[in-house]
């Protein structure tokens, strides 16, 4: 009988083994084997090395090769595949509405990174209230404490931190902060049901009031339609002055020009980014200001995470393969 065949797009540096052993007898694993997306595309095409395939598992390490997975890269895909295991959380990298066009079923990884995430944004809190990453350049550049660090430099103990979207990351960053303590305040479309009493809501008929009382503003959403630019200049100007942005979720959910704006006039104090727009690229003018600290996306980069996502994502592979169906599909195409 011959086997399905995958593609692995991407490298499993935890799980290249189990994948071998977890998939034998039960389909035939191809790992990418091209250095560009145009390459990519071209051994897709009918007859091609990677016709016939039945299935694709996303790894975000070969998100330089493939692009996102866009319309174009959909319909680019053998009629034979009918399913995408991604190994992120996220999936604004896929163009869900092309798969449900095509009738391929897409799952992901939720709550994988939702530790590793969280800790990142506690970090960049840390970071931007005790400037700790501006003390850091300091001595790499063979000075020491930089200047007037004392008055710009805050304790967590009894600030305020404001959630943008209490789901899994957010809950985790959450019970962190509530350890130093700090005041937690959060706004969801609705109250989410298992957040403990420390955690404040705000509907969106009190999100002025939730914004005027923050210290620091993280952002947990998910990046589509409704979310992009939803920290816009009307929102950034509704905090108080000398308060922080967080940002682990996605680049485009914070108009940059307005955050830039507000932290060239003073009104924002301090930015802690580990997303941006246009990523790899970082806009320049935020490497001007020493009130930032930047991260390259590193919110589920660790490797107790990856080991898990590859786990995760491997299983949902072998799932559909045996039932046509797999546990994390994504709500839009159950």
């Known amino acids: 009988m011959q086997l399905e065949r995958v ?5 499993l540096g935890f799980s290249s083994l189990e994948c071998i052993a977890m998939f034998s007898g039960i389909a035939e694993i191809i790992f990418l084997d091209c250095s560009s997306r145009q390459e990519l595309l071209m051994a897709l095409q009918s007859g091609k090395e990677y016709d016939g395939i039945c299935g694709i598992v996303r790894h975000w390490n070969a998100a330089s090769i493939t692009g996102p997975f866009d319309e174009e890269f959909i319909e680019s895909l053998p009629r034979s595949v009918k ?5 992120n959380s996220g999936y604004d990298m896929i163009d869900i509405q092309a798969c449900k066009r095509r009738d391929i079923l897409v799952s992901n990884t939720p709550g994988v990174g939702d530790d590793a995430t969280a800790t990142v944004a506690l970090y960049l809190i840390i970071s931007t209230l005790r400037r ?6 300091s001595v790499h550049s063979g000075l020491w404490r930089p200047p007037n660090i004392t008055h710009n430099a805050h304790d967590l103990t009894g600030r305020t931190l404001a959630i943008i979207g209490l789901g899994g990351i957010g809950m985790r960053l959450a019970e962190l902060a509530h350890a130093f303590p700090m005041r937690v305040l959060y706004h969801n479309r609705h109250r989410a049901a298992r957040a403990p009493k420390y955690c404040e809501f705000f509907d969106a008929a009190h999100i002025d009031e939730m914004l005027a009382m923050a210290d620091v503003l993280s952002i947990h959403v998910p990046l589509d339609d409704h979310t992009e630019g939803l920290i816009d200049e009307k929102m950034i100007r509704k905090l108080k002055t000398g308060a922080v942005v967080i940002n682990t979720s996605r680049g485009r959910v914070i108009d940059e020009a307005a955050m830039i704006r507000a932290l060239e006039d003073g009104h924002l104090s301090a930015v802690g980014l580990d997303v941006y727009p246009d990523e790899p690229k970082v806009n320049p003018r935020l490497l001007d200001f020493s009130n930032a600290t930047l991260l390259p996306h590193l919110g589920g980069v660790s490797a107790e995470t990856q080991m898990q996502q590859e786990s995760q994502a491997l299983s949902n592979l072998k799932e559909f393969l045996s039932t046509g169906t797999a546990r994390d599909l994504l709500p839009e195409l159950r």
Request: charged share 20%; aromatic share 6%; with cysteine.
């Open 7 to 11: 593609l692995i797009c991407g490298s």
């Open 83 to 87: 399913y995408i295991s991604s190994m």
């Open 132 to 137: 700790l990453s501006e003390g850091e350049r």
